[in-house]
């Protein structure tokens, strides 16, 4: 792909966006476009085992370990929801907390039963890896919130629907995605990242 920029023409580098959960790729698809990058879906056959004892540590290996099996550049996001009264589970494992995220989201709620102490937090780690698999760029961002009892609202994915951010009186489900962006850790870590990704 090329595109032009002020009478030149650009070579357009692809950009593998190295997920697999859809939620996800939607936030990260928007929030990389209209880059000098062309996006490119990863392979639904490639797996990356995540065995890493951070996010930053995992984002790191998949970002890379696409990156080298594809010889593209790669971008990947590692993310979860840390809950204090639950020593900040379900963490690295939020999303292998249940099968699906009703079930995690019940799951989640019933640990905490009625717990006053609703402390939460997202985190998000993004890493970029050039085609040899090295690391670029990585960035980190954090949204402080609160579980909420009951879910609410029906926008986004995950763990929106109980993530309740008490500035803006809604959960994430209940935000519209340009909110949800502006105050997301994804959004904060992406808004980190992308002005090391313009060439
Ligand atoms: P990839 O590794 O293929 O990207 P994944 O779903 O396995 O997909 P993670 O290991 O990073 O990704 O797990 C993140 C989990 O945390 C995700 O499955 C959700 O359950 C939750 N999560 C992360 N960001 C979220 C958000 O913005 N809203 C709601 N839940 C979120």
Redesign the pocket.
Known sequence: MVSSFNGYKLFMKNLIV????P???K?MGAYLTGLDWQLQL?PEEI??E?TGAT?AQ??AL?ASQVAKILGQWSI??????CVTALDNA?G??????GKN?SE?IARLLRELGDNSQRQAR?I?AVAVANPSGEIVCESTGICEGEIIFTPQGDS?????PI?YVPEYNLT??QMPPDL?RQV???GKAFAAIIPKLIH
């Open positions: 190295a997920t697999s959960n939620g996800k790729l936030e990863k797996e990356i995540e996010f995992n984002a998949k990947a996001d590692d993310s979860g929801l379900p690295i494992y939020s999303a292998r907390y995220d995690r997202f998000c986004g994915f995950g763990y929106d993530f994430f489900a949800k997301s850790h994804r």
